[in-house]
Every structure is written in structure tokens, then in C-alpha cells.
């Protein structure tokens, strides 16, 4: 099983939707959890931590469910400029676990 | 604050050739990974220092791979002989160093090499 898993999509939305994504992973141990934005043909850039309690940026806001082990990405008012590939990100012991990635397409 | 640096952006080889790559953290940050990329794969882990020892390299394909970091700071990473299958992104990436303490990692721009 892997370590982190996500739906590759791709996610094809119109501007203006609200879109989520899930990730789950499998060591109920992890410590620290990210979001990063990957845009095509370069490096992976932080979007944003994940919190326990939640946390919001703009119109991005991750949920962390330790319970269940997943995290979860929502884009409300999708930009053009979100178009991406969305990478779930995960700590545990200073080792950091890649998902796949879950491909975006915000169409106008 | 400056960021990852690595270089070259850009390696064209052909197989059985060797190249090596090169990269510098952001300034402290203890801890150092290098990344293979495959397009359409998230970052796969090869290998990562912390200050100048390994704490994991257990996919490193040590017969063709190796890595350094000698001092600490920034650090090379070497194929010899290339494969086919080498073809992909080389990522460096760094992180402060502490576990669990919610410090993100930092990527470099990354190599893309190619693989004639």
C-alpha cells in the first residue's frame, strides 16, 4: 500500500466553481501534513500546511481528519490560474511522502 | 531570502555517459533531499542528508547513483553510467530540520536530464 494515495484526476471545472480534493495516507503516525502546487515543467512550490484544527488562505482551505486519515483541499472560486497539479504532502520523522499528484483544469 | 539553487537546469547525455548534478539549500537548513522525478509521478525519494550524513538512501540505485555531501552544506549528485530510464526531473530539495514541527520542504528549479 502506498504511503500517500490521491485521485489523479484530471479535475476539468469552469471558473468561479468550488472544487475539493482528498488524500489518504496510511501511517496513522504522521506528524505534518502540506499542500503543494505543481505547475507543469516545474518544481513543486508550498501551497499551504494543514493544521489540525483547519486552516484557511484566501480562497483555499485544508481539513485535516486524522481519524479517518485523509486531508482535503477546497478551491472555492476557481481562478484560471489554478490550473495544476495539486501534490498532498506528508511528514513523519522528517520524511516527507509524495502523492501522485491531482491534476486541475480550470476552463473559462 | 535565497532559495533552493541547483544547476544545470538543463543535461542532455547519452546512455552509458556520466553527469552530475549539483545543488545548494537554503541557507541552515540542515537537512538535504534529492528527488527523481518521472513525469506524471509525484517526487520519489533517492536520497537524504541530514548535515553531512545520510539518514536515507534505501532507494538509491546504488550501483549507478551516489550522493555527497561533505561539508554540510550543498551537495552533488552523480550517475554513472546513465540508462534510459534515468530520464526524468532531479529535484533538491531542503527542510529546517525538525521533525514533526510542521517546517516545510523548499524545491529547487530542478535538472531536467535527458537521456539519448
Known amino acids: 500500500r502506498k504511503e500517500v494515495e490521491q485521485d489523479p484526476g484530471p479535475f476539468n471545472v469552469p471558473e468561479g466553481a468550488t472544487v475539493a480534493f482528498n488524500c489518504t495516507y496510511s501511517?496513522?503516525?504522521?506528524?505534518?501534513f502540506f499542500w503543494y502546487r505543481q505547475d507543469c515543467r516545474k518544481e513543486p512550490k508550498l501551497l499551504m500546511s494543514?493544521?489540525?484544527s483547519g486552516n484557511e488562505d484566501g480562497r483555499f482551505t485544508a481539513q485535516l481528519n486524522r481519524a479517518s486519515q485523509y486531508i482535503s483541499l477546497l478551491i472555492r472560486d476557481s481562478k484560471l490560474s489554478d490550473s495544476a497539479t495539486y501534490l498532498c504532502?506528508?511528514?513523519?520523522?522528517?520524511?516527507?511522502?509524495f502523492g501522485s499528484g491531482t491534476k486541475l483544469n480550470v476552463k473559462p | 531570502e535565497a532559495g533552493v539553487a541547483q544547476s544545470p537546469r538543463y543535461k542532455i547525455i547519452e546512455k552509458r555517459q556520466s553527469v552530475a548534478f549539483w545543488c545548494n539549500p537554503i541557507?541552515?537548513?540542515?537537512?538535504l533531499y534529492w528527488y527523481q522525478q518521472i513525469l506524471g509521478q509525484g517526487p520519489k525519494l533517492l536520497i537524504q542528508?541530514?548535515?553531512?550524513?545520510?539518514?536515507?538512501d534505501s532507494q538509491l540505485p546504488k550501483d549507478r547513483f551516489s550522493a555527497e555531501r561533505l561539508k554540510g552544506v550543498d551537495s552533488t549528485l552523480k550517475i554513472q553510467p546513465a540508462k534510459l530510464e534515468d530520464s526524468a526531473v532531479y529535484l533538491c530539495?531542503?527542510?529546517?530540520?525538525?521533525?514533526?514541527?510542521?517546517?516545510?520542504?523548499?524545491f529547487g528549479d530542478g535538472t531536467r536530464l535527458s537521456i539519448l
Open positions: 530539495a531542503s527542510s529546517f530540520g525538525l521533525s514533526g514541527e510542521g517546517q516545510p520542504q523548499h
Open positions: 501511517n496513522s503516525a504522521s506528524q505534518s
Open positions: 494543514v493544521y489540525s
Open positions: 504532502v506528508v511528514e513523519n520523522f522528517n520524511k516527507f511522502y
Open positions: 541557507s541552515g537548513h540542515a537537512t
Open positions: 542528508f541530514q548535515n553531512n550524513g545520510v539518514v536515507d
